[in-house]
């Protein structure tokens, strides 16, 4: 299955294959939070995942980082899921092109739905990295 991402067509059977590591920024230990569902979800495939909340100490036994500056600097991310009011989109993907210029990471930025905004994107897409927008990873990556 293709799906259109950005500037490419990326293939999600490929792109799923390819990561070991997700950040998830918004995590939640509240178990009626979508993304505390989803970060469950996403551990239970395997995947080495990394909670991101200043409000959190650790979700789902996880160590939780107050930012993505905050995680440790040896740790390779290859997704930077997004899971903030897209008011905060901006900002959070701001972060992540500076963690990634300083850190000479460059993950996949993947925005969870009705969170994307067009400039973000822009930016992100201008800086090379993929951004996938306004898509739920837990479907994505349960349709392959």
């Not at 009626?32 to 100490?57: A, C, M």
């Not at 993947?110 to 990873?137: F, H, M, P």
Request: proline content about 5%; aromatic content about 8%.
């Amino acid at each position: 299955m293709s799906v259109l991402f950005g500037p490419a067509n990326i293939n999600l059977k490929e792109l799923f294959g390819s990561i070991e590591t997700i950040a998830v920024i918004g995590a939640s230990s509240n178990p009626y939070r979508t993304s505390n569902h989803i970060t469950k979800y996403l551990v239970d495939q395997g995947f080495e995942v990394i909670p991101v909340n200043p409000n959190e100490s650790n979700v789902l036994g996880l160590k939780s980082y107050p930012s993505i500056f905050d995680i440790p600097q040896d740790k390779s991310v290859d997704v930077m899921n997004v899971f903030r009011n897209k008011m905060y989109t901006d900002k959070v993907v701001d972060d992540i092109l500076t963690w990634s210029n300083d850190r000479n990471q460059k993950p996949v930025i993947w925005t969870q739905l009705d969170v994307s905004t067009e400039s973000a994107k822009k930016r992100a897409e201008e800086s090379g990295l993929t951004y996938i927008k306004n898509r739920c990873i837990m479907v994505d990556h349960r349709s392959i």
